[in-house]
């Protein structure tokens, strides 16, 4: 409640995206220290729930590396919860709150698809069917869990995969190096360059959806066209989406509802090609938010 002067006052507006979050049950995935990392998790609508086990969409919010909301992707939740998924939030270290990087992010990514697959069981899940989707650097974590050897968590099972199944990339942070973004966010040059995704492309990747504006002005569109490009060439499944105009974060709901929907409607007919969720003509948004 906003005090304006004796006698007025003024409610806030709610944050619905937090508002959101408030749907789903809360566990703690990691714990590093004092720091106790959560997850978010919806559990899909019981009408379109699959007899078998469910699919799992793991998102990693938008960042820097620096800030950040977990809440960002509540509403993306909410929706694929209606088509069928398990849909978690995970949160995880950035430098506003946790005095995190890109390293920690990187680890914290595969700890969260580690623990997705090591809970399989009482999640109810199919550990083979896991897509992370995610925005600039959480995208970037996602990735390269599915990508790099090391930037692992010390206390995590390496024996489990911590490689998604598919990936949805929301403007990702995919090149490290002075012409992308990021450089100087790592400890060191030599991290960065080990970090860069476009040179490690190699054949076997999972199949990835990228969503990327033209005109972003924070992660260079160049970026997702070269690795677009280059994984194609590797004859990986990699699909880019390109959006004339539309600079950083244009996807978000709060920022424009008609991208909003653009964007996750694209998610939707790539999770159908995967076999990921079933085709449904009644879908839509009008059902989920």
């Known amino acids: 409640m906003e005090i304006l002067g004796e006698g007025h006052q003024r ?33 899909p609508d019981p009408d379109k729930a699959p007899s078998y086990p469910k699919s799992v969409a793991a998102f990693f919010f938008s960042s820097g590396w620096d800030n950040g909301q977990v809440a960002q992707f509540a509403p993306h939740c909410v929706y694929l919860a209606s088509r069928g998924m398990k849909t978690m939030a995970f949160d995880y270290r950035v430098a506003n709150r946790h005095k995190g990087g890109p390293l920690e992010a990187m680890a914290d990514a595969k700890s969260a698809i580690r623990w997705i697959r090591m809970n399989a069981g009482d999640l109810g899940i199919n550990p083979g069917k896991i897509v992370g989707i995610g ?6 974590a996602l990735t390269a869990a599915a990508m790099l050897q090391g930037f692992d968590d010390p206390n995590t099972a390496s024996d489990i995969s911590p490689a998604p199944n598919a990936l949805v990339l929301f ?34 990747l999972p199949p990835t959806l990228i969503l990327h504006g ?29 959006y004339d105009g ?16 653009a964007t996750l409607m694209a998610v939707d007919e790539f999770l159908i090609d995967l076999g990921f969720i079933e085709p449904d003509p009644e879908a839509g948004l009008g059902r989920a938010v």
Not at 180 to 200: M, Q, T, V, Y
Not at 215 to 231: L, N, T
């Open 11 to 43: 409610t806030l507006p709610l944050d619905r995206n937090r508002e959101l979050l408030k749907t789903a049950s809360e566990e703690i995935y990691k714990t590093v220290g004092d720091i106790h990392l959560p997850v978010y998790i919806w559990e």
């Open 214 to 242: 033209t005109a972003d002005r924070v992660v260079p569109f160049g970026g997702s066209y070269e690795f677009a490009r280059k994984s194609a060439k590797k004859k990986n499944f990699c699909r880019l989406i390109d």
């Open 171 to 204: 403007n990702p942070v995919l090149d490290t190096s002075k012409n992308g973004f990021g450089l100087d966010r790592f400890p060191d040059a030599a991290s960065a360059k080990e970090a860069n995704l476009i040179r490690a492309i190699n054949k076997g």
């Open 135 to 140: 925005g600039s650097g959480g995208a970037h």
């Open 246 to 261: 539309q600079g950083h974060g244009f996807f978000n709901f709060n920022l424009s509802f008609d991208m909003y929907e």
